[in-house]
């Protein structure tokens, strides 16, 4: 059974950072697909950011050049830099594969960016 776990969110200002990690047991993530999600309050859940296997990454229009995705697959834990943040960053941040069948998710870990 394929567990995840994310932390690392908080309350920040306008401009600030955080690094969110997302710790996988039951599947080694150097093997898949990994992906970081953003659920803002009201909204469905979107995709903002996709590790491929061999190292190279997509990242969402809304975030790019702000929010870098990597992963230390000795630790088999998946991390979103996030840098520059803005309010519309608010959110509940998850982990998960980034093609189906996905795991069942994690709690999230919230992220909230006052002005």
């Known amino acids: 059974q394929v567990r995840l776990v994310e932390s690392g969110g908080g309350s920040v200002q306008f401009g600030g950072s955080l690094r969110l990690s997302c710790a996988v047991t039951?599947?080694?993530?150097?093997?898949?697909?990994m992906a970081w999600y953003r659920q803002a309050p009201g909204k469905e859940r979107d995709l903002i950011a996709t590790?491929?296997?061999?190292?190279?990454?997509s990242i969402s229009d809304s975030v790019k050049g702000r929010f870098a995705i990597s992963r230390d697959n000795t630790q088999n834990t998946l991390y979103l830099q996030m840098n520059s943040l803005k309010p519309e960053d608010t959110g509940i941040y998850y982990c998960?594969?980034?093609?189906?069948?996905?795991?069942?998710w994690g709690p999230g870990t919230q992220v909230t960016v006052s002005s």
């Open positions: 590790l491929f296997t061999k190292g190279d990454s």
């Open positions: 039951g599947k080694d993530i150097s093997t898949k697909y």
């Open positions: 998960n594969f980034a093609l189906p069948p996905r795991a069942p």
